[in-house]
């Protein structure tokens, strides 16, 4: 057939393709006159006419503009539609503890490196008060003994910052703390050095002020104010540190992996763990923010609440989906683990297409 | 059906930038992979439109401690949360868009959340020590050209679609002197594509390499000789009877007679 009456024949398909694609492609989604449902047809058609032009040696431009149509059709057919409020649900109520507990071993790893500094330093410092100046410099000692000073109204605040609103707090928590986890689960990748030293770090600074402001006297505004939030942030940062772990621990002990591909399966696998680090750290900035620093509570309240805290975070990471099977192995957040197999299977066998997806290496 | 293999100019095996990824539909598409150039600038682009988003903001901080916590919140989403945002809704991040960049699966397919937010948070170690020297590294030294994050999330950054290359001009069809295989047919169109964006000079000298014998035509013209076979090629010698109107804007068929071939070849509207 000759090229001409080849574009005459088909030109209306591929208009129509064209249509479909440029409605898809808008900003706002597609209205119930879009005839989406023929998306799969379409693309199937031109993709035969794509493969035809080539094979056949139509004219370059003929062909580019096919190719052009196919890509941009594959983009629309299998782009990942999450949907979200499932998604979120799903993963509060189970893929998060579930992921956490899968890596259990790491969790305590990344907890003995953060809270074993924080016990040494806290009774160390409690017991030497000099010892402070060793890891913090006099302004910043000074700073943290304002904060807690028994005669202040808001505890946790300097003077300056008394009169400043909740709000601010709370957005300046999200910020520092929640940058700070990211940045420890980031720094993982550098065979899990920077997570660990970000963990090692911030344990000895905790478990310094903690030791100093106790053993000055500033027990109770200290521990009253910091209770309320401790099980929710201290957790946070611990699992922030975890996610970092799995990352490093791909390039340490890749298993049976190379290191590329074990960094690809890992960091999937990481992902739930970040974002459950990150929301824990929104909610200890909110309780942080809203309710540690308010004054006129006893402090016997503010400890009950504290333990409370505990003992509801740790029921939910030991608990939450537990006897329920793990999400979906389809679902969107585990898409970037299957990705590779998948790509590298199509490139080595060319495989057809019942067989790529009756076999697909999901794990 | 036993077709030859071609050695065509849209999948380009032998540039490095190409890679090839085969659909589920059984085609085989062409990704254009995007260096650290188009990126960098991207980036550029990106730092503008969040400052200036920072910028319009700082007004907020007037409203004393409500305004400042909204200010630190929208810094934090900024910093961490605009390149999700943006890769999942529209692809990739305005600036990537500017550049016509797009991000996606290592098989093509547009990014998933999971994969955008460990690319995203993984800039952070990317960006070491100073302004991505990590990522640089990573990006020079790995052959799809990915940073560390994309190392991590499976994902490659490639370029859209080139602008669509122009159509075939219309001209009286010649044969070919001698009979052309398959490559000789397509370079020759595809020199007839180009020639409407080459100057004469550079035309006729594209044509003269050619080397085919012009004396037995009327046209002594090697470029329009050329153009004349092209157009044998894809149109046969029916393109003489054709209006070119008809013949240069195959989308002007008929509808009905469209939808007909349409549904001929197998393609069926429900």
Known sequence: ?363 | MTEPEVEDQAAGGAIDTLRRRETPEGVEITLRLAGPVPRALAFGIDLAIRGGVYLALTPLAGLAGIGTGLLLLALFLLEWLYPVFFELHRGATPGKRAMGLLVVHADGTPVAPSASLLRNLLRGVDFLPVLYGVGLVACLVDRDFRRLGDLAAGTLVIHREPPLPATLPAHPPLPPPVPLDLATQQAVLAFAERSPRLSPARRAELAALAGFDTRATADADPAATLLGVANWISRGKSAVDTPPAAATAPQAAPAGASTAASTAAGERAP
């Not at chain 1, 949907?83 to 990344?110: E, I, M, N, S, T």
């Not at chain 1, 009253?224 to 002990?253: M, N």
């Not at chain 1, 960091?267 to 309710?291: H, I, Q, S």
């Not at chain 1, 537990?322 to 969107?332: E, N, Q, S, V």
């Open chain 1, 1 to 363: 057939m000759r090229q001409q009456v080849f574009e005459a024949t088909h030109a209306g398909t591929w208009r129509r393709l064209e249509t479909l694609l440029a409605a898809l492609e808008a900003r706002r989604p597609p209205g119930p006159a879009v005839p989406v449902q023929r998306l799969p047809r379409l693309l199937r058609a031109v993709s035969g006419h794509y493969a035809i032009a080539r094979a056949r040696g139509y004219s370059p431009g003929l062909v580019s503009r096919l190719h052009t149509l196919v890509r941009r059709g594959y983009r629309q057919l299998y782009r990942p539609r999450p949907h979200w409020p499932r998604l979120l649900v799903d993963f509060a109520a189970r893929g998060f503890p579930q992921a956490l507990r899968r890596h259990a071993g790491l969790f305590w790893l990344a907890s003995a490196l953060f809270f074993g500094p924080m016990l040494a330093m806290g009774l160390a410092c409690a017991a030497d008060p000099t010892l402070i100046h060793s890891l913090l410099d006099g302004e910043q000692v000074a700073q943290y003994e304002s904060m807690y000073d028994p005669t202040n109204d808001k505890p946790g605040r300097t003077p300056a910052r008394q009169a400043d609103e909740d709000v601010k707090m709370f957005g300046f928590y999200v910020w520092n703390n929640v940058g700070i986890a990211l940045r420890t689960f980031a720094w993982g990748l550098l065979a899990g050095a920077g997570s660990g030293f970000v963990l090692v770090m911030n344990g000895l600074v905790i478990g310094a002020v903690a030791g100093h402001l106790t053993q000055l006297g500033f027990g109770t505004p200290f521990w009253s104010f910091v209770s309320g939030h401790s099980s929710l942030e201290l957790t946070g940062i611990a699992v922030a540190g975890t996610a970092g772990l799995l990352l490093g621990s791909a390039l340490l002990a890749p298993g049976r992996r190379t290191r590329s591909a074990a960094l690809r399966v890992r960091a999937a696998e990481a992902v739930p763990l970040v974002l459950g680090a990150m929301a824990l750290l929104v909610l200890a900035a909110v309780v942080e923010a809203f309710w540690s620093a308010t004054a006129g509570v006893p402090p016997a309240v503010k400890y009950g609440v504290g333990a409370a805290g505990w003992l509801l975070v740790g029921a939910y990471l030991l608990l939450a989906g537990r006897g329920t099977a793990a999400p979906d192995k389809h679902d969107p957040w585990q898409r970037a683990a299957a990705q590779p197999g998948r790509v590298q299977q199509a490139q080595s066998q060319r495989p057809r297409q019942a067989h790529a997806t009756g076999a697909r290496p999901w794990t």
